[in-house]
């Protein structure tokens, strides 16, 4: 059974603080990715890692970093908080099936509130 | 530019009836969709999906229909249960996408009544 985990259920964070999320997964999965879910517009990719140490944005890069330095691990950095970067953010994970990647395994979500 | 659109926010059904999810896209590249559902305070399960070379597939109690032409997708629920109520997105993948990028709907809340 896939199992992606995610450090923190909720967080409380100030304006301007360095925010880290954690992700691990257990099975051995290529590619790792984070989103962000907001009421009214779904999930929004932003960043994506298909390897140690490679990584790419997605749609919603800014303000947000990334480090993937070991394969089972994801982490998304906020490197100075804003209250618009309060919202639920969902890692993920993918394993190869033949040509296609596309079924993603989620983890529980951080439920972050920037003050 | 929302590729992928859930037109309807939130669903109620009666227990035992049908639910039908609707999802249009407009990126014509796209060729394989996915159903997640989500229950609060946990992350997306996978459902079912669908390869554009079929127009329908069926898994249990849920069936998801391509419309090619139409650039839509359902998704039905057939019977519905209370255990459905969730909030269910679509989502899509694009032709020659590598790392399995998936592009999400904004999601419906589905709320089945006893």
């Known amino acids: 059974d896939v199992k992606v985990t995610q450090s923190s259920r909720y967080l409380v964070k100030r304006t301007g603080e360095k925010v880290f999320l954690e992700c691990v997964q257990d099975?051995?999965?290529?590619?790792m990715f984070w989103y962000r879910q907001d009421p009214g517009l779904g999930l929004r990719l932003i960043y994506f890692?298909?390897?140690?140490?490679?990584?790419e944005k997605g749609d919603i890069p800014e303000g947000y970093s990334v480090s993937r330095e070991k394969k089972e691990r994801f982490s998304l950095i906020l490197e100075s908080a804003s209250t618009n970067q309060t919202s639920m953010y969902l890692c993920?994970?993918?394993?190869?099936?033949?040509?296609?990647?596309?079924?993603?395994?989620f983890g529980p979500g951080t439920r972050l509130l920037v003050l | 530019d929302q590729q992928v659109k859930q037109n309807s926010p939130s669903l109620s059904v009666q227990e035992g009836r049908i639910s039908i999810l609707n999802c249009d896209y407009t990126?014509?590249?796209?060729?394989?969709f996915l159903w997640y559902k989500k229950y609060p305070a946990e992350g997306p399960t996978f459902l079912i999906s669908?390869?554009?070379?079929?127009d329908k597939n069926e898994d249990g109690r849920f069936t998801v229909f391509l419309n090619k032409s139409a650039k839509h997708l359902s998704l039905h629920i057939v019977p519905s249960q209370p255990g459905d109520s969730a909030v269910y997105f679509c989502?899509?993948?694009?032709?020659?996408?590598?790392?399995?990028?998936?592009?999400f709907g904004q999601g419906t809340i589905l709320t089945v009544h006893p």
């Open positions: 989502a899509a993948s694009a032709r020659g996408t590598s790392y399995g990028k998936l592009t």
């Open positions: 669908i390869s554009s070379i079929k």
């Open positions: 890692s298909y390897d140690v140490k490679m990584k």
């Open positions: 993920a994970s993918s394993i190869l099936q033949g040509a296609r990647q596309e079924t993603q395994y």
């Open positions: 099975m051995d999965h290529e590619n």
């Open positions: 990126n014509s590249m796209f060729d394989y």
